[in-house]
């Protein structure tokens, strides 16, 4: 039996995002086939992370969240406490899940344990946010790996505008603990890739991206839990929905409103239900065809989304698939979809959904017209998304992508 550490330095349960949700798949995963640990170092004073409500029993998993000091001087001093915890722990097989910009110094001071490495979306590959590759109201199309010199003449500056714009100072410890102007993180980045034993991608745009930098390049996409997520009635009415973290701009709740202003010039008779305010928003700023729904818990969201008769997912950024596009379809409420990282994957348009352009409420609405009209297409759609969410099992998904990897310990 081999000795597995899965590190994480975003790791928190309840979870914010999907990331953790792959995370903890991941390690039950492994944990079920060699002696595993998550190892979470906890970095108070530059992450809200390493906060898990659920004692490990109920996670099903060896957790270690590992106290880091407050005040941790660089991440030469943070790689070396985390390098220490490793050497005692000994692993046959280290996995680096989710580490925003760190990520690159990790890879870099962890070489020569050749780690798989999970990028969920652009982070070290963006400077922007956690890795927007969003830019100018646009899909930013800079590839730093490709063209090393748009680094330093394109994404600081960039990096420096956005964080001077936006009062969100939450990345400001990590970016500068990260410090990715000191003339050696992209390097490191670089060194790091080719080092690593192998590297997981959630769509076929990242494959794109990182297949010329590392050896090894694995296409997993996100899972949906089939036991939770599953259909109860065809979808009827003429509610749309968006679910997931609506008061992210990233999200595109500005677009889906704009498209139902156009469906609402036209006299259509329908509903948007968002799962929380969009930015910048109040309930009285709503329009009447807009429903803020209240919080619900995990395990309620299956009514939520059953209660709609399409999700509707408008992303502006290259969103590498989120988990509410599994679990609407797994629920068989097909999606209208930006065209836009893995949406490009899950969706094949006119079978098992719709995809648009992002940013363009005009095709939205034109797409949202089309499912109000022809209930034929729409139970069409819905059949064939049911049948794409269980190809998405979480156990099979890692089977298919860490399999290999645990046959050549």
């Known amino acids: 039996m081999a000795r597995i550490v899965v590190l994480d330095l975003l790791f928190n349960w309840p979870p914010e995002g999907g990331a953790r949700v792959d995370t903890l798949e991941l390690t039950r995963f492994l944990s079920a086939r060699h002696r595993t640990t998550m190892l979470v170092p906890r970095i108070p004073d530059a992450f809200p992370r390493g906060r898990v409500d659920f004692s490990h029993e109920e996670l099903g998993i060896d957790l270690e969240v590992m106290?880091?000091?407050?005040?941790?001087?660089?991440?030469?001093?943070?790689?070396?406490?985390?390098?220490?915890?490793?050497?005692?722990?000994?692993?046959?097989?280290?996995?680096?899940?989710?580490?925003?910009?760190?990520?690159?110094?990790?890879?870099?001071?962890?070489?020569?344990?050749?780690?798989?490495?999970?990028?969920?979306?652009?982070?070290?590959?963006?400077?922007?946010?956690?890795?927007?590759?969003?830019?100018?109201?646009?899909?930013?199309?800079?590839?730093?790996?490709?063209?090393?010199?748009?680094?330093?003449?394109?994404?600081?500056?960039?990096?420096?505008?956005?964080?001077?714009?936006?009062?969100?100072?939450?990345?400001?410890?990590?970016?500068?603990?990260?410090?990715?102007?000191?003339?050696?993180?992209?390097?490191?980045?670089?060194?790091?890739?080719?080092?690593?034993?192998?590297?997981?991608?959630?769509?076929?745009?990242?494959?794109?991206?990182?297949?010329?930098?590392?050896?090894?390049?694995?296409?997993?996409?996100?899972?949906?839990?089939?036991?939770?997520?599953?259909?109860?009635?065809?979808p009827t009415g003429n509610r749309f929905l968006l679910h997931g973290r609506v008061y992210d701009y990233l999200k595109g709740a500005h677009v889906l409103i704009e498209a139902g202003r156009l469906l609402h010039e036209q006299g259509r008779d329908f509903t948007i239900a968002v799962t929380g305010l969009p930015p910048g928003q109040t309930n009285e700023d709503l329009p009447d065809f807009v429903e803020a729904l209240e919080p619900v818990p995990h395990d309620q969201v299956p009514g939520v989304i059953?209660?709609?008769?399409?999700?509707?997912?408008?992303?502006?950024?290259?969103?590498?698939?989120?988990?509410?596009?599994?679990?609407?379809?797994?629920?068989?409420?097909?999606?209208?979809?930006?065209?836009?990282?893995?949406?490009?994957?899950?969706?094949?348009?006119?079978?098992?959904?719709?995809?648009?352009?992002?940013n363009d409420p005009v095709a939205l609405a034109e797409a949202m017209a089309r499912i109000l009209d022809d209930r034929a297409l729409l139970n069409r759609l819905a059949e064939e998304a049911v049948a794409t969410a269980w190809r998405h099992r979480w156990t099979d998904l890692h089977e298919k992508a860490y399999g290999p990897l645990l046959a050549e310990l």
């Open 306 to 358: 059953e209660s709609a008769l399409c999700s509707v997912l408008p992303p502006v950024w290259p969103e590498p698939l989120p988990l509410s596009a599994l679990e609407s379809m797994a629920c068989g409420r097909p999606l209208i979809a930006s065209a836009v990282g893995g949406f490009k994957d899950l969706i094949v348009p006119e079978q098992n959904g719709l995809l648009v352009p992002p």
């Open 67 to 234: 106290p880091v000091p407050i005040g941790v001087a660089d991440h030469r001093q943070l790689c070396d406490i985390i390098r220490d915890r490793l050497e005692e722990l000994s692993p046959d097989l280290l996995v680096i899940g989710d580490a925003w910009h760190l990520k690159a110094r990790l890879l870099a001071a962890l070489t020569d344990y050749a780690p798989v490495v999970r990028f969920y979306a652009h982070e070290s590959l963006c400077l922007k946010g956690h890795g927007h590759q969003y830019r100018d109201e646009q899909v930013c199309p800079v590839d730093t790996l490709a063209r090393p010199t748009d680094f330093e003449s394109q994404c600081l500056p960039c990096r420096q505008a956005w964080a001077e714009a936006t009062t969100t100072k939450v990345f400001d410890r990590e970016m500068e603990l990260a410090a990715i102007e000191d003339g050696t993180y992209l390097d490191e980045l670089r060194r790091g890739l080719a080092a690593a034993r192998a590297v997981v991608v959630t769509n076929t745009d990242m494959v794109r991206r990182l297949s010329p930098h590392t050896k090894r390049v694995i296409l997993q996409p996100m899972g949906v839990d089939l036991d939770m997520f599953r259909p109860v009635s065809p």
